[in-house]
């Protein structure tokens, strides 16, 4: 009987021990519904959805957590706007830019500007073919100037639009030179032959006809060949305010001291009505007419008249204006 009360006495502690052990809570055995401790860890894709606090995510570079060929439309709506100031680098393509025409606006490629919309000074090169007056005449200032200078003008500028060019001819002709007519043929020849772009009347007259009543009465200059300018305009021609010498010929050759058949005042009106003292009307080279000279070495108005009337029979040059 004590030996009974023994062994129940130790089946009594032994029992009350287990039920000890397995009614603490405890142990490593925690799932996702319970808690986890601070340092355990998940596997790639455990986590499939909220959010995280990016001060809990271990230093990491941009690989690590988006892919590095990802575009623009990956992270941002492609209908987002900026404020002024969040671009700061970078280019952003013309024509994604809205058009405008006032000088504040920023304007794609192919806008035009109405005039006075542009502030400031403009480069000579984006004049293009504007013909506006102030245009005109800042080219024609520009022209003048080399021209004064005896220089050629810039490449960009056509001065030929406002310069009429005038030459003597290389060739020597009598009184017979087939009329008015034939005298401008042999002029526009020899512009063409020496490639001297334009249209060339000469400087001559006849009992009937004058030079004023048949040239075009430019107001801009009348121009050498090599960029020297001869007279200031149609009026200038008469009074000769610069003492430039027409003496340069069709292929650019400096002409010495010659004379040249004109029948013409220097402001354009016939020297003589009286076809006797016009070469017979520049068809003969009898010795028993004559015709008005002039001469390639005069700087005044005597440029047109110096070598008063010689025979019809002797051979000198034309001058040759530009219409």
């Not at 492609?78 to 304007?107: C, E, F, Q, W, Y």
């Not at 050629?152 to 030459?167: L, R």
């Not at 292929?251 to 009106?269: I, K, M, Q, Y």
Request: glycine share 12%; with cysteine; proline share 2%.
């Amino acid at each position: 009987m004590k030996r009974f009360g023994v062994i129940s006495l130790m089946l009594f502690a032994f029992i009350i021990g287990f039920a000890s052990t397995y009614s603490c809570g405890g142990g490593s055995n925690s799932n996702a519904a319970d808690y986890a401790p601070l340092v355990h860890e998940h596997a790639a894709g455990d986590i499939t959805s909220g959010e995280l606090d990016i001060s809990l995510i271990p230093s990491h570079s941009h690989s690590d957590y988006a892919l590095s060929s990802h575009s623009h439309d990956d992270y941002a709506d492609s209908t987002h706007g900026h404020d002024g100031a969040d671009i700061t680098s970078g280019t952003v393509p013309v024509g994604r830019l809205p058009v405008g025409s006032s000088s504040g606006d920023v304007a794609a490629g192919d806008h035009t500007h109405a005039v006075g919309d542009i502030p400031g000074s403009i480069d000579a090169d984006t004049f293009g073919g504007y013909t506006g007056t102030f245009i005109d005449d800042l080219y024609e200032a520009t022209c003048l100037l080399y021209g004064r200078m005896g220089a050629e003008a810039p490449s960009n500028i056509n001065c030929d639009s406002f310069y009429k060019k005038v030459f003597i001819t290389s060739s020597v002709f009598n009184g017979s030179l087939g009329g008015l007519s034939g005298a401008d043929t042999f002029c526009q020849n020899a512009a063409d032959n020496a490639a001297v772009a334009g249209t060339y009347l000469a400087w001559l007259s006849d009992s009937t006809t004058a030079v004023k009543d048949t040239f075009i009465k430019s107001q801009h200059p009348y121009v050498l060949l090599d960029g020297r300018i001869f007279a200031w305009n149609w009026n200038d021609l008469a009074v000769k305010s610069i003492s430039t010498y027409l003496e340069i010929d069709e292929n650019g050759a400096t002409v010495t001291d010659e004379s040249v058949w004109t029948g013409t005042l220097p402001s354009g009106e016939s020297y003589s009505t009286n076809s006797g003292e016009q070469c017979d009307n520049w068809t003969s080279e009898a010795g028993v007419y004559s015709g008005l000279a002039g001469r390639s070495s005069s700087g005044t108005s005597g440029w047109s008249m110096m070598m008063g009337l010689q025979l019809c029979s002797n051979s000198y040059r034309l001058f040759c204006f530009e219409q």
